[in-house]
């Protein structure tokens, strides 16, 4: 099979990047809007993954995020097994938004639901609303949060037809301030601690369409391990808020979060500052990752460079804290491994066990 | 011309709502995990236009909103004039997340964009992604708000082609605790203060979107007054917080807020008390509203039942506030009157200068 890239899949990340950089921008320049309030944003969270303002005595976080095309996935593996996966999607979508908030040490309060879909029709398929209802409560249980609401229009004409385009915000406050994790401690020495993904969770997803489009089984085609490509894409995006309050709980604050998504292990070296990152442990693949750069004939700088490869989270921790940090995540049900450490050193990501090594010029997600 | 009702313009309420209904009470079971926090929601809030968590000496307040299908009425009125618009709809779409939060006596503090495109190539319009971002900066300014990042996917298969799906959320906090305003205060002998509107706003636009069809001249039809049938649709949103912070500013707590969207002058009886809503005293009514309401061959009933027919906001305070709050709108660029009262009596709205009544069984906005 001939190789195929992001490219290739539709997704053209150099068409969105001038508009994100100019939105980025203007962004910034808002922040002097809270003065009128006596209130002031906390300017290191400017690119990370959740905003953060200062309100004196605790700080707010706020988030949305996106799912993407991964109901597409679940729509066609329902026309083959016939389960309709909008719990796993569900579950999908909040994610997005809470493991993005977390990263700055927030609790997670409370989600929004924003569920556009193409035309009033959509909602005649009561199977697939209970799914959605269902799979949205059950992953805010999971994260101690409340469903607060939020927007179920119809949008024929903006939406295409019969499909949903499913999004969530996600507001959390970090209290005490002291939980802050924007960064400002990462040092070198401290350990990386890799959290165990669940599959592609919702990033590669445009490239894991274009493989079933390629498939002459397409989303039917059955793994090396039995089970079919699309469920197999399917399985739900592991919420990492258990392990976050859990650490919290315990005394433990990390120096830095990344949220392991688009640009893969790349994401390793999100930090602003310049490290190097030393991998040299890997956690298991998922088998649909391993199909799914097997099948695109990737090779590893492809795969890591762009898919979770079995970490969607990583904690920085200080050294003394890395094993506690693995043992406090498993007791909340999320795998983990001490997988490397912080260096000083130029901004790189050292994959020591398949001698990759990402630089600084792979990543931007700055303006 | 035949007359044009909302099921007609394919958008049909009533398949939405058992789904909004099955995610209203599945949220509303949701407000328990807030106890691992050792937190509590407000549960007034539930129904109500923004959702408020208890956090002790402060309240949380979120909303997440989209703009619905005016993205296709600047789309095809640029065909004509030239100009984009998406300044003017990114005003829209704060507006959406911001007047409602505001009802609760919320201080809006970040928002963040939610813009999905149909696909990468959308991007490519420099001027219209510039217009955007511009408008929307715009508008948090107004708003005193920051604007704290937001996603700008590309979804191909979503989305519809060259399209986008425009949303905010808006995160505020209510501080002191004694702003909030969930109606524990709404009396009878209350004064009701309409706040005036620029236009049609953010809602009939799928009425206004069937007209244009039909209109030999679509969007390019003069109005009475002059003004193009799409330019005067895409008049912004108003923008409600700098009132409503103002009031605060003066002391003036409202009993009651309604912004004034979907269902139209219905909203008046928002509010889950049995009252009589009596106005006496009618706003001017935007041209684009009238047109639409006699083009269209709308009774009143219809357009003050689904329009806001010049009147984008209420707000009910105590008698002895009302003048004060209509000036103190009007230094903030906002027209106002006191339109009526609160009455005892059964739950409706009456309308007398239209000799027009809504009953309690015309709205239904809580599951």
Known sequence: MARLDYRQAGVDYGKIDPLKILAQQAAARTAGNLRRHGLTEVAASRGESAYVVDCGDFHL??????L??????????????GRTYYDAIAQDTIAMAVNDLVTVGA?????????AAGGSGWFDDEQRARDLVAGWAAACARCGVAW??????????VVADDRIDLAASCVGIVRPKSRLTLGERLAPGDAIVLLASSGIHANGVSLARK?????????????????????????????????????????????????????????????????TYRVRALPPVPPVLRFLQQETGGDDGAA????????????????????????????SGVGALVA???????????IEPLRLVFGAGDLHVRA
């Open 211 to 275: 493989l079933a489009e390629q498939l002459p089984l397409g989303y039917g085609t059955r793994l090396p391990d039995g089970s079919l490509y699309g469920e197999a894409l399917l399985a739900p995006t592991v919420l990492y808020s258990p392990v976050t309050e859990a650490l919290a709980l315990a005394g433990i604050v990390p120096h830095y979060c990344a949220n392991v998504t688009g640009h893969g292990w790349r994401k390793l070296m999100r930090h602003p500052a310049a490290f």
């Open 304 to 331: 890591y460079g762009n898919l979770n490869m079995g970490a969607g989270f990583a904690l920085f921790v200080a050294p003394g804290d890395a094993d506690a940090a693995v043992r406090i995540a498993a007791g």
């Open 340 to 350: 490397g450490h912080v260096e000083a050193g130029s901004k790189q990501v050292v």
């Open 148 to 157: 607060g609401g939020g927007e179920t229009p119809a949008l024929p004409g």
């Open 107 to 115: 609790t997670p309060l409370s989600v929004h639901a924003y569920w």
């Open 61 to 66: 976080a706020s988030i949305t995020e996106c």
């Open 68 to 81: 993407g095309t991964k109901a597409l996935v679940a729509d066609a593996t329902r026309a083959i097994t």
